[in-house]
């Protein structure tokens, strides 16, 4: 298969590194374009000025100066690839869990991936006490890389894509893929919902610097996770591949009776 790889941790992380071995030990042909920093965070954000520095890395790898949907924008239409057949972003260090998602680069990149007609899935892992950045050891990432590769159809099935741009009958949808980090095979995996994820103790400081000047600074705090149904983050702390199949598209709510508005 053709596959793009992608990340928000940046084209130098363990993460994305591990799996791009293990699909070329399979004899896929893999291309990568990833992000030149870190951009975790950055969820589906998109640069709409001027001129954006591209680097050649290896064969078929490039780090992109931009966000990760940038850098799916790039790969499908910049010429350097030959379309893929599937996109795989990640595999992230740290979950993307419930409310994760909302802010994830890597959820990000499999959202435009689909609505560019690629299907796409996110892959990410978590270490015990949910720590969001673990170890940087590449062993951590083995089991999610291995699990993608096998499972390379099966997560393209999940995904409904728009084709040559036209509104799909059924809305579209990515898998998002989590599981614990680690070497040894995981039990399984188990469709899971999405939990929902309180951030506990995140805190913002302003430093006034004088002038007007002010500097921001963020540290985050735990986060707790709670559920409506058996949830990602169930899934994953039992030993599992938790996989959830998420819209690409914003979804209305149901209307409300009794309201009227003034005209």
Known sequence: MKILLTNDDGFDAPGINVLRERLLD???????????????????????GGGMAVREIDENFFACAGSPADCVMTAIHGGVFERPDILLSGINRGPNLGLDILYSGTCG???QGVLMGIPSAALSVMW??????????????EA?????????????ALANVAKKGLMPKEKCVFPNVNGMAQSKPYKGA???????????????????????????????????????E??????????????????????????????????
Do not use: W
């Open 26 to 48: 399979d004899n896929h042909e893999v291309y990568v374009m990833a992000p030149a920093t870190n951009q975790s965070g950055t969820s589906q954000s998109i640069h709409m």
């Open 109 to 111: 990149a499999a959202r």
């Open 128 to 141: 015990p006490g949910d720590e969001i950045i673990g170890s940087e050891d590449d062993a951590d990432y």
């Open 144 to 156: 999610m890389a291995d699990f993608a590769a096998k499972n390379l159809k099966a997560l393209a």
């Open 190 to 228: 188990k469709f899971a919902g999405v939990s929902f994820r309180e951030y506990l103790g995140d805190k913002v400081v302003l430093k006034n610097l004088g002038g007007g000047q002010y500097e921001r600074s963020f540290t985050g705090g735990r986060v707790h996770s709670a559920a409506r």
């Open 230 to 263: 058996y949830s990602d983050y169930e899934a994953c702390v039992e030993g599992y591949a938790a996989v959830s199949r998420l819209y690409a598209e914003p979804s209305a709510a149901p209307t409300l009776d009794g309201i009227e508005f003034k005209v």
